[in-house]
């Protein structure tokens, strides 16, 4: 398998979510594909794939692990692993963007003032909602309970 160009795919894959999410945030196509659990379904097969053939396919480091920083480092230590580990990122951040979004609208946080989150939460996941949650700390939109309508 070339994971060059699968990294590059699942990459790829993930583009059009957020120009979606930043540029058409009305849109029913954005309702529609990013929204919805399309996005994570399809990456977690991938995802479960990839782990798969890491863990028990013997296409990762024996090694590798969760129990110690060492371990944590194998899984890191081949093409797949990286592979597996990314696409893991990409998932996350991409489901954590969506929800900032759907949870702006619904506060009435301008979207103008969610780009900036958005674009760190694609770039840096938990900055970006760091980020997120202190704009809206800030602009009254809600408090630090996440459970607060």
């Known amino acids: 398998m070339d994971f060059g160009l699968a990294f590059s795919l699942v990459n790829a894959s993930v583009m059009p979510a957020w120009i979606l999410l930043i540029f058409f945030p009305k849109a029913s196509v954005t309702k529609r594909l990013v929204h919805s659990m399309l996005y994570p379904l399809i990456l977690g097969v991938a995802y479960t794939l990839g782990l798969g053939f890491s863990v028990f396919g013997g296409m990762g480091d024996a090694e590798s692990g969760f129990t110690t920083i060492a371990a944590v480092r194998a899984i890191f230590a081949t093409d797949i692993g990286v592979l597996v580990g990314w696409t893991h990122f990409l998932v996350f951040d991409l489901f954590v963007g969506a929800w900032e979004a759907r949870d702006a609208r619904r506060r009435g946080v301008s979207h103008w ?27 009254g939109k809600g408090s630090w309970n996440l459970k607060e309508a």
């Open 113 to 139: 003032l969610l780009i900036p989150c958005l674009f760190l939460t694609f770039m840096a996941g938990p900055l970006g909602l760091l980020l997120y949650l202190v704009l809206r700390k800030a602009t």
